[in-house]
């Protein structure tokens, strides 16, 4: 009997945020038969230094970019709700986009950034990735499970409210106590954050400080390099 294709909804507010944040765990779920999509909330319009950069053009390279990063990891479907970048409000809009998305994609797995404002001692979170991910987790208990909200998702577009999600895992900069091993992965998140030349194609160093970074993460656990994350069981 064939396994059911499982699927996972990994979730961020501009191109580049899933590709620090999961990329490695991403490309190993894919290796391992997992069917994984990206929604990314804005097309990273103002991550540019240039005041007189067209945002508009900035956001048509970055979506390139965050096309190549997904395909690097073995993602092909990436969708963009066109939020503006550091412009993104907690609120209907957001709420019943993200809606529509969670019951298209039916996952059975949801990724989404941290959502609080001091996720570290050392961190201020992007106010982006708060209003997104609170947005996206808000969507898990009210318009992505629940038909009388946002009634015109099923009735018009015939997009009913989806309760197979089981669990939620939270990426970010604190990380959290489910280790992922991606020693055989790094080569795939390294090479899907280069794809976003825009972000980091200044940073000579970027290697070395990344493969250390993820190698003191997996060294506390007996690995070469890992993610973590905080999970979130449903089941």
């Known amino acids: 009997m064939t396994t059911p294709t499982r699927r996972a909804l990994v979730v961020g507010a501009h191109p580049d945020d899933i590709e620090f944040g999961a990329a490695g765990t991403v490309a190993r ?27 508009e053009e900035v956001g048509a390279v970055r979506d390139a970019e965050a096309r190549q990063a997904a395909a690097i990891c073995g993602v092909t479907d990436v969708t963009f709700l066109d939020h503006f970048d550091s412009e993104v409000v907690y609120g209907r809009d957001l709420l019943r986009d993200l809606a529509r998305e969670f019951r298209r994609h039916r996952p ?37 499970t629940t038909a009388a909200i946002f009634p015109e998702l099923a009735r018009d577009e015939g997009l009913q409210p989806w309760r197979g999600l089981e669990d939620i895992w939270v990426m970010g900069p604190a990380g959290g106590d489910r280790v992922v091993d991606i020693t055989a992965t790094v080569d795939r998140k390294i090479a899907a954050i280069k794809a976003h030349a825009t972000q980091v194609g200044g940073w000579q160093t970027l290697d070395d400080d990344l493969r250390a970074r993820l190698a003191e993460r997996g060294r506390r656990h007996g690995l070469d390099y890992a993610e973590s994350f905080r999970v979130i069981d449903r089941g």
């Open 29 to 55: 779920w894919v290796d391992e038969g997992w069917d994984v999509r990206y929604v990314i909330a804005t097309r990273g319009q103002r991550g540019v230094s240039h005041v007189d950069r067209d945002p």
């Open 108 to 144: 059975h797995r949801l990724v989404v950034a941290d959502p609080q404002l001091l996720p570290t001692d050392r961190f201020v979170n992007h106010p982006d990735h708060r209003a997104v991910a609170t947005a996206m987790l808000d969507v898990v208990v009210t318009g992505g």
